[in-house]
């Protein structure tokens, strides 16, 4: 079975300070991995993902997600926050060969201005 | 290019009533999935449909929800005897062809149901 885990509900982070977004999967073989962004009062926005390749994977807005396949992890990175980029963060997950995609609980990123 | 719709964009509703809720997915994309949020909570996998391949619904809560894809287009989320735990907000989103291509997601139908 696949899943996928985002241990934080909420992340606050300082305008100008690097931010990270936490995301863990599980799943059979190789994985598919996606980052989408809620905005309040707005639909989900794809931000990036990794197929195969370069484990770093460069997104909208300028954010990055590394593939980690050591750690299983999927973690969601900006250099430089902006109040802007407050929102809802879901991470998902689909396994090579299977129909559907899992998405994690969602992350709240808060950045003070 | 249009987006995916839906609609209607609210609907309240008393329980034991059944409820459609309609998408338009992208002209073209083969692949369109219906997923549910519920207030603080992630999003939570319904129903796939591929082409003319058999929908995946192992995602489907109850035998009172049931979904179908006309044509390969638009596509219908029923909710027969609607009770107030189906109150959520219920996604559809479309792509290509599914597996790898990136999801589009339409604006949502808010269900309250009283």
């Known amino acids: 079975a696949q899943s996928v885990a985002q241990p934080e509900d909420q992340v606050n982070v300082a305008e100008g300070n690097p931010l990270t977004v936490k995301c863990t999967y599980s799943?059979?073989?190789?994985?598919?991995l996606f980052w989408y962004v809620q905005y309040p009062n707005r639909g989900l926005q794809f931000l990036l993902k990794y197929i195969t390749g370069d484990n770093l994977v460069k997104g909208s807005y300028g954010f990055e997600a590394e593939f980690n396949k050591s750690q299983t992890s999927f973690h969601l990175k900006k250099p430089s926050a902006l109040v802007s980029d407050s929102a809802l963060y879901f991470c998902a997950v689909r396994a090579l060969g299977a129909s559907k995609i899992i998405f994690g609980s969602g992350t709240r990123l808060s950045i003070r201005p | 290019g249009a987006g995916v719709s839906q609609s209607p964009s609210n609907k309240v509703t008393e329980k034991g009533k059944d409820v459609e809720l309609r998408c338009d997915p992208i002209?073209?994309?083969?692949?369109l999935y219906w997923y549910r949020q519920s207030l603080g909570q992630g999003l939570e996998f319904l129903i796939y449909f591929q082409g003319n391949s058999a929908p995946d619904k192992s995602g489907l809560p109850s035998d009172r929800f049931s979904a179908e894809r006309t044509g390969g287009s638009v596509s219908t989320l029923t909710i027969q005897r609607t009770q107030q735990e189906d109150s959520a907000v219920y996604l559809c989103a479309s792509s290509l062809e599914g597996r790898t291509d990136t999801q589009y997601f339409g604006p949502g139908t808010r269900l309250t149901v009283l």
């Open positions: 002209s073209g994309h083969t692949a």
């Open positions: 799943v059979s073989g190789n994985p598919y």
